[in-house]
């Protein structure tokens, strides 16, 4: 058993050994377990042959609530979607609008289906052009608990976001081959490096080099190795055996 207090790159390669549409139902009904919530949810509207009607989904919502959604097509009006789905910063659905019939009606419903009081949603974008994706965290706290640990949660969360939408992303894409000969040797000490937790001034005073160049080194990497994000870079870098 895995502990999420800490989401580092020895955990997600442990969870990507067995990487299937299931296995990813069971992630996110970890975090929901690991957290506390009612719910969580991911969604991708923007995988090939996907669409904002009919997204590619893995929830831990009731089979009836996401049927109902879909045939009253509340998507057109939902702002967990449509706002979440131009921002670029997590959004607490405390300060999401809700002053249309429809709009109440909705999350009304959402409430009596058990999605949850509270709620945040975490948008998530890349790695190709126009590919997005939504993280949400529902809860059923009061307003003052919710408060108190909803900052902490955003920052858990916006990881496991990142992660599930890299998890996902290798279902439905078709990657190009990655030459690990085009990794430099600089660029595996940098990962090498991240993978124990080191800091970009750590990293810096143990090579050598400046923040900066380290910062070069570890987007270079990123970019050889096709990752979402450095953390993810380290995942792939420990699998292909280039670190250890």
Request: charge should be positive.
């Amino acid at each position: 058993m895995f502990s999420l207090d800490r989401l580092n790159a020895r955990t997600l390669l442990r969870l990507e050994a067995d990487l299937s549409h299931h296995t990813l139902d069971e992630f996110v009904e970890r975090i929901r377990q690991h957290y506390g919530l009612a719910n969580s949810v991911y969604v991708c509207p923007s995988f090939p042959g996907r669409s904002l009607i009919d997204p590619y989904v893995t929830a831990t919502y009731s089979p009836e609530w996401i049927s109902h959604y879909r045939t009253q097509r509340y998507v057109s009006i939902d702002p967990v979607v449509n706002i979440g789905a131009r921002s670029a910063l997590p959004l607490d659905w405390a300060r999401l609008p809700r002053r249309t019939k429809k709009a109440k009606r909705l999350f009304g419903e959402a409430k009596e289906a058990g999605v949850g009081h509270q709620g945040l949603t975490i948008p998530v974008r890349g790695p190709a052009n126009g590919l997005w994706a939504l993280f949400i965290a529902t809860s059923n706290e009061s307003d003052s608990e919710w408060a108190a640990r909803r900052y902490e949660l955003m920052r858990d969360i916006t990881l496991v976001a990142y992660y599930a939408h890299q998890r996902a992303y290798e279902l439905h894409a078709k990657e190009e081959p990655v030459d690990l000969n085009g990794v430099t040797q600089r660029e595996i000490e940098a990962l090498e490096c991240a993978a124990e937790g080191k800091s970009v001034e750590d990293m810096a005073i143990l090579m050598r080099i400046s923040a900066v160049t380290v910062r070069a080194h570890l987007d270079s990497a990123r970019h050889k190795l096709q990752a979402l994000n450095r953390v993810h870079a380290v995942t792939k870098a420990l699998r292909a055996g280039l670190i250890h």
